[in-house]
């Protein structure tokens, strides 16, 4: 082998270690890759990709300020939860979570506004019976129904796969605004709760697959997911054309964070036909 060839060999395998050591060891760099390829993968089979609509929602470059993850990620729970409520329903979950500061979200940072917080939307289609509309009977909205998908998600999806072993999602007092114009539709429930649950905060101990997305736990000194009161805010409405109901969605411990979001990135969601 010429001189030539080996220094280009050499060039390649040392950009390749690079690229290897940035994957490995720069977290949001790593979070953006793999999530944006899990979640193209995850569309195929979401509800929206069955009944040929989008439910666009803005990411965390829609605004200058470093707050939310970059883009919204999209996750397949329909076997999931499906196994937890004995139904046959379709779940697919849009979400964001805090900007990364340093190798962690700011999901985990107590001293960081958005800690705690996500927003995105469900989309729900109850697959035993069509027209049946998850959530709803008649035109009548169903708090129960609605409430478990969000308290399956933070609980089991999000804390439960960080590593929390008894996890609390609790309703402490609620209200209900019936028929609100929203995202370009009327008809919507609007629901505002505050929520005892746990924070993700913890101590490292073993790599969880969550990481991958979140980052590392950031160093804590109080005991691990301990509990924390957050404010909620959904709206719901089912859309018989798509024969799904659709749930929109923020949380954070904020008054101001729930309405600073529903401002400028819920209230810009589009649902649109493909």
Known sequence: MNKRKTKRLIAIVVIMLLLFAIFIFYYPLRSYIVMHFYSKHNEKTSVMQQKQFDVDIPGGTFTKTKDWYPFVNIFDASSRFSNYIKQDVTLTVLYNFGAFKGASSSLYDEASPYFGAFYGAYV???????????GFRGSSFVYDEIMKVASYDYQHIVIGDLGCVNPVFEVLSYDIIDDVSYAGFDGWTLINADIK???????????KTAYIQYGKPMDNDKPDFFEIALKGRMYARYFPQYDATIVIYVMGTTDNLVDTCDRDFLSHIQITDK
């Not at 729900?124 to 998850?134: D, G, H, I, M, S």
């Open 124 to 134: 729900v289609k109850n697959n035993e019976a069509p027209n049946k509309p998850y």
């Open 197 to 207: 649950t746990n924070a993700a905060s913890h101590t490292y101990d073993s790599h």
